[in-house]
């Protein structure tokens, strides 16, 4: 039952940008939808995981134990869908909690896309796809854009508000910089992206 719940929350995780088109991009046609599946397929099942345990989680053991979750969990989790689809998963925003997600300078060009669309307030693209040299290696990236749901508001809303005091003290222990909070359903937190070798698509 509760993964149904956290089942239905993906269209509204999603919210609607199925249905928009992705960027545009520089890669050929061919290949911007090789990316955009294995993309997609990768993110999918890291944000249906995710969600459904951190949902279980938040029902069974309240948010405290579930700040826990998601600094150890969430980790081993995203390294093993990686491998499993050969890329290279990463979460990463301009409000981070944790330093360990801060983006490069690729990954704000494509938070500043989304970003854009949040703040005129209109529906953001599915995606967005880069080609990107990472040393001296050509890769392809894939960036969802992730946006903030009621049950999100729990860790990251308004402290005090939203967020409970001894849930703010706890995310304060472990993070003293964080600055993943003052969040509202709806706003844009940030990216997950996809990084695929260059010989996977071809
Ligand atoms: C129980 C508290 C809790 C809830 C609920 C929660 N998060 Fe988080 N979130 C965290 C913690 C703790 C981290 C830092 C994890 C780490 O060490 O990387 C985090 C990190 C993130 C990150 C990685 C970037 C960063 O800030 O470091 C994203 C993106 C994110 N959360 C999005 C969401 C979204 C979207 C939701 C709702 C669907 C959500 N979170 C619900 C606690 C929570």
Same mark, same amino acid.
């Given at each position: 039952?509760?993964?149904?719940?956290?089942?239905?929350?993906? &269209?509204?995780?999603?919210?609607?940008?199925?249905?928009?088109?992705? $960027?545009?991009?520089?890669?050929?046609?061919?290949?911007?939808? *090789?990316?955009?599946?294995?993309?997609?397929?990768?993110?999918?099942?890291?944000?249906?995981?995710?969600?459904?345990?951190?949902?279980?989680?938040?029902?069974?053991?309240?948010?405290?134990?579930?700040?826990?979750?998601?600094?150890?969990?969430?980790?081993?989790?995203?390294?093993?869908?990686?491998?499993?689809?050969?890329? *290279?998963?990463?979460?990463?925003?301009?409000?981070?909690?944790?330093?360990?997600? $801060?983006?490069?300078?690729?990954?704000?060009?494509?938070?500043?896309?989304?970003?854009?669309?949040?703040?005129?307030?209109? *529906? &953001? &693209?599915?995606?967005?796809?880069?080609?990107? $040299?990472?040393?001296?290696?050509?890769?392809?990236?894939?960036?969802?854009?992730?946006?903030?749901? *009621?049950?999100?508001?729990?860790?990251?809303?308004?402290?005090?508000?939203?967020? $409970? &005091?001894?849930?703010?003290?706890?995310?304060?222990?472990?993070?003293?910089?964080?600055?993943?909070?003052?969040?509202?359903?709806?706003?844009?937190?940030?990216?997950?992206?996809?990084?695929?070798?260059?010989?996977?698509?071809?």
């Amino acid at each position: 039952m509760r993964r149904m719940v956290a089942l239905t929350l993906i &269209p509204v995780l999603i919210g609607g940008v199925l249905l928009t088109a992705g $960027k545009r991009s520089s890669l050929d046609p061919e290949t911007e939808k *090789k990316v955009v599946e294995i993309g997609k397929k990768a993110t999918m099942t890291l944000l249906k995981t995710l969600l459904g345990e951190v949902t279980t989680s938040l029902e069974e053991k309240g948010p405290v134990a579930t700040i826990n979750y998601c600094s150890e969990r969430a980790y081993p989790l995203t390294d093993s869908i990686s491998e499993a689809f050969g890329v *290279k998963i990463k979460r990463t925003t301009f409000k981070y909690r944790n330093p360990k997600n $801060k983006p490069d300078k690729y990954e704000e060009e494509a938070l500043r896309y989304f970003e854009k669309f949040f703040k005129e307030g209109k *529906k &953001p &693209p599915a995606h967005y796809v880069q080609k990107v $040299k990472v040393g001296d290696k050509l890769v392809y990236r894939y960036y969802f854009p992730l946006k903030v749901l *009621k049950l999100c508001l729990t860790c990251h809303g308004t402290p005090g508000k939203d967020i $409970k &005091p001894e849930v703010y003290k706890a995310i304060k222990k472990k993070y003293p910089e964080d600055k993943a909070v003052g969040y509202k359903e709806g706003d844009f937190r940030g990216v997950v992206r996809v990084e695929i070798p260059a010989e996977r698509v071809r």
